[in-house]
């Protein structure tokens, strides 16, 4: 079983940043995919950033590729979105997500355990 609680939501201005953090619990968080997710009231959840297990290989939204970035830190059992150059259609619930399956999937059918949510928006 493994847990995930996310942090670091709040409210920032256009044009800033903020880091996300994914604290786990549970040993299989080194060995398992960390994908970050968001959904913004009315629409449907969407992919943002996937990392592999041991934070070589990632995969990105075309929307967020060059603004956000994920990484991760095994020795914590923490993962991490470093979000820059925020826009106001950034603004959403965001969720941190545990793949076992060892692939980097933007399939959120494909993650086995999630976060409760961190609000990030985003003003103009």
């Known amino acids: 079983q493994i847990q995930l609680v996310e942090s670091g939501g709040g409210l920032v201005q256009a044009g800033g940043s903020l880091r996300l953090s994914c604290a786990a619990s549970g040993r299989t968080f080194s060995s398992s995919v960390l994908g970050w997710f968001r959904q913004a009231p009315g629409k449907e959840r969407e992919f943002v950033a996937v990392v592999n297990w041991s934070g070589s290989s990632t995969r990105y939204a075309d929307s967020v590729k060059g603004r956000f970035s994920i990484s991760r830190d095994n020795n914590k059992n923490t993962g991490y979105l470093q979000m820059n150059s925020l826009k106001p259609e950034d603004t959403a619930v965001y969720y941190c997500?545990?793949?076992?399956?060892?692939?980097?999937?933007?399939?959120?059918?494909?993650?086995?355990?999630w976060g409760p949510g961190t609000q990030v928006t985003v003003s103009s």
């Open positions: 997500a545990i793949d076992l399956h060892m692939i980097l999937s933007a399939r959120g059918a494909d993650y086995d355990y």
